[in-house]
Antibody, heavy 123, light 110 residues
């Protein structure tokens, strides 16, 4: 069975840092682009960052550029999000998600998702 | 990177059909055939329902269908069932390996 499990959320003060982790199993992790998506309280989903299969390419939404860093460890089937200079508006549930791949090809979509980890930025 | 526009809520009776719209711009929905849809029951992991505008991944019932015209994509749910009650989000590729989601639509089965 596919499992995607986020961890590392919690309460942090504005300006602080937090590192989220995502442990994946049940699929060939190294074959997939990996993504972070967040949902602020009462709001919709927001794409945050992507990382290519080998970690060579990383992309971010403008609001987190220069503050967040996405990374992965294919040997550990794990994805990470280092969040620095956190702001109140970064408060959200953070989801780890995969790209979508079939046996033949990969597509621009989000296939497997975790249940999320809550990050609260508040003084 | 502005969010795509979705109606806040839609509703229908069991067995009926409902359509959820998703409006973007020529830089996202209108510029690429990479619209996807997700079903989200609060507190659970979102579920992948549609990709490439109108394709269903394995295991998604054919009651769910997608389409697009210009800058607006749509998700139609036919033969409504109680378990379809959830939040639905559209998502579009926006170029340069970036994505934009809609604000979400709450589907209520009356």
């Amino acid at each position: 069975d596919v499992q995607v499990v986020e961890s590392g959320g919690g309460l942090v003060q504005p300006g602080g840092s937090l590192r989220l982790s995502c442990a994946a199993s049940g699929f060939t992790f190294s074959r997939y682009w990996m993504r972070w998506v967040r949902q602020a309280p009462g709001k919709g989903l927001e794409w945050v960052a992507n990382i290519k299969q080998d970690g060579s390419e990383k992309y971010y939404v403008d609001s987190v550029k220069g503050r967040f860093t996405i990374s992965r460890d294919n040997a550990k089937n794990s994805l990470y999000l280092q969040m620095d200079s956190l702001r109140v508006e970064d408060t959200a549930v953070y989801y780890c998600a995969t790209g979508y791949c079939t046996s033949n090809d990969c597509y621009f979509a989000f296939q497997y998702w975790g249940q999320g980890t809550l990050v609260t930025v508040s003084s | 990177q502005s969010a795509l526009t979705q109606p806040r809520s839609v509703s229908g009776s069991p067995g009926q059909s409902v359509t959820i719209s998703c409006t973007g711009t020529s830089s996202d929905v209108g510029g690429y055939n990479y619209v996807s849809w997700y079903q989200h029951h609060p507190g659970k992991a979102p579920k992948f329902m549609i990709y490439d505008v109108d394709k269903r991944p394995s295991g998604v019932p054919d009651r769910f269908s997608g389409s697009k015209s210009g800058n607006t994509a749509s998700l139609t749910v036919s033969g409504l069932q109680a378990e379809d009650e959830a939040d639905y989000y559209c998502c579009s590729y926006a170029g340069s390996y970036t994505w934009v989601f809609g604000g979400g639509t709450k589907l209520t089965v009356l």
